[in-house]
């Protein structure tokens, strides 16, 4: 479906950030995010409390965004949100302020699954990727590699069977006694340390699946040891132990990544999620395309984490093949790629 002026409000309530983005014509127009920090006290994100602060956000979120477009809410065409996946509560909201909003203005809604819209985060700036692009999702609830076929076109080759790896950077930052979220400072921390100092053991699987179980649990019997002997290690060592840990969940990440664009013999190659923030991991694939000859893909910070405007460019794409649902749609906590 072609219409010469496509302006699409899109609303993304997965987990515990609020966002609003307008796209025009495959352009971003506005962006808005509304960060929920109630979660820090409580060591990770709570879900009620999620869905409530999202029913506080989504309003002032919305009006911010259009006020910063400078379009009416009229000139709407479209409304794309995010059915899945995510934590029921915080898509309910979403889900519910989107159909909403197109049935007042009798727009179409289009629904967007999540992990697909990191990926074509590649593709709301200049620079993008060509097909077929292999990318490394990464965030607190997935690892997967992605190949990419086209906008829409896409396949998972393979994805981790147990802990994701930014949840567990989460979870060893808590056995270090850090804030949450607790992945960014491990990161800040691991720029000071020795990446060589301790060895942490890498769990091998077969074709392109992941695994991080092994490396958390490891990590909290060397330190349980370590403390035996000197209770202070930890504050001894912090540097060293975070940059050791990142080393090798970076580490286990390239190497499925590298596999995957040799066996496929792809070169244009790029990284997503909130993860992909992560200093090491974009240090590790810049020199993974040095060596392998890809052009590689990064997107800014600010599309990396959880934003609309990633669904909103996902929803650009399914309008322009007139993919559209309708007011019996649903969030779902735990939707296969769509």
Not at 8 to 28: F, Q, R, Y
Not at 106 to 135: G, K, S, W, Y
Not at 162 to 191: N, S
Not at 292 to 318: H, L, Q, S
């Amino acid at each position: 479906m072609q219409n010469k002026d496509t302006i699409i409000l899109a609303i993304e309530s997965s987990c515990d950030e609020t966002s609003a983005a307008i796209i025009h014509n495959g352009g971003v127009l506005s962006n808005h995010i509304a960060t929920q920090k109630v979660h820090e006290r409580y060591g990770g994100v709570v879900p009620e409390m999620a869905s409530r602060a999202h029913i506080q956000n989504i309003v002032a979120v919305v009006d911010a965004a259009f006020v910063d477009a400078g379009i009416n809410k009229k000139q709407i065409t479209a409304v794309a949100f995010t059915q899945a996946p995510g934590l029921i509560g915080s898509l309910l909201v979403g889900v519910c302020f989107a159909k909403s909003f197109a049935q007042a203005l009798d727009v179409p809604l289009i629904a967007v699954h999540h992990m697909q819209a990191h990926v074509l985060a590649h593709f709301i700036e200049e620079r993008q990727p060509e097909f077929p692009f292999l990318c490394l999702t990464v965030s607190g609830g997935h690892t997967q590699i992605v190949l990419c076929r086209s906008h829409l076109d896409m396949e998972v080759l393979g994805e981790t069977m147990d802990d994701a790896a930014g949840e567990a950077f989460d979870k060893v930052a808590k056995m270090l006694g850090l804030p949450y979220p607790g992945g960014p400072l491990i990161d800040k921390y691991a720029a000071q340390g020795d990446p060589l100092r301790f060895k942490f053991p890498s769990k091998e699987m077969k074709d392109y699946t992941f695994s991080f179980s092994g490396i958390k649990t490891s990590v909290l019997y060397f330190l349980q040891a370590q403390k035996k002997i000197d209770p202070d290690f930890v504050s001894n060592n912090l540097n060293d132990i975070c940059a050791s840990v990142q080393y090798t969940i970076v580490k286990m990440l390239m190497a499925k990544l590298e596999r995957a664009a040799a066996d496929l013999n792809i070169k244009h190659v790029g990284i997503a999620g909130g993860v992909s923030a992560n200093s090491g991991l974009r240090t590790a694939i810049k020199e993974a395309g040095a060596r392998n000859g890809w052009e590689v893909y990064i997107p800014r910070f600010e599309y990396c984490t959880d934003n609309a405007a990633m669904i909103g460019i996902t929803g650009y794409y399914k309008y322009q093949q007139g993919l559209f649902t309708d007011l019996s749609a649903t969030p779902s906590a735990r939707a296969a790629w769509a």
